[in-house]
């Protein structure tokens, strides 16, 4: 228990990633941002990630103890340079139809 | 126990912050409002940060121990002097066709 308590090593978690346009998701597990990134642009082809951004609301996750929050398979889009997060297209109009 | 207990060493605590026009949002950690207020002006570019306001309802938060009532995540505002709060532009319409 001590060693839990005081070692803290960093575990590695699932996230699941999504590129710009959602066409593409896959469940990658890192222990830190830095190993999230370079693993995501190896798997998502994405030569030069810009920003890493919450799926669900654009959130840029740029510190890694901010990163260190995110719950098990949290979703997360991958940007590039010339990329920008927009709104998942079914989540407003369908809560208007409710 | 007794540390966990008496310690009350200040936590961070997850936060989500966004420009005036809503175009960037970013995860920050803060374990006070002060804290926050420093972390939001590098990370969004805002020189002189007039308020923090709560993004659902332009609420101020002005005092730390409200703050410190503020749950894991919430979305804040940061507004520099020239810049006031406004609905959010999908909230409203939305809600009144339910």
């Given at each position: 228990t001590q060693q839990l308590l005081s070692g803290r090593a960093p575990q590695s978690k699932p996230f699941r990633i999504t590129n710009a346009d959602r066409s593409v998701k896959k469940g990658i597990m890192a222990e830190a941002l830095e190993d999230l990134m370079n693993k995501v642009s190896d798997s998502l082809n994405v030569s030069c990630v810009s920003a890493l951004v919450l799926d669900e609301d654009g959130t840029g996750v740029e510190t890694e103890d901010f990163f260190q929050t995110l719950p098990e398979n949290t979703v997360l889009m991958?940007?590039?340079?010339?990329?920008?997060?927009?709104?998942?297209?079914?989540?407003?109009p369908y809560r208007n139809q409710l």
């Amino acid at each position: 228990t001590q060693q839990l308590l005081s070692g803290r090593a960093p575990q590695s978690k699932p996230f699941r990633i999504t590129n710009a346009d959602r066409s593409v998701k896959k469940g990658i597990m890192a222990e830190a941002l830095e190993d999230l990134m370079n693993k995501v642009s190896d798997s998502l082809n994405v030569s030069c990630v810009s920003a890493l951004v919450l799926d669900e609301d654009g959130t840029g996750v740029e510190t890694e103890d901010f990163f260190q929050t995110l719950p098990e398979n949290t979703v997360l889009m991958v940007l590039d340079k010339a990329q920008k997060w927009t709104p998942h297209p079914y989540s407003i109009p369908y809560r208007n139809q409710l």
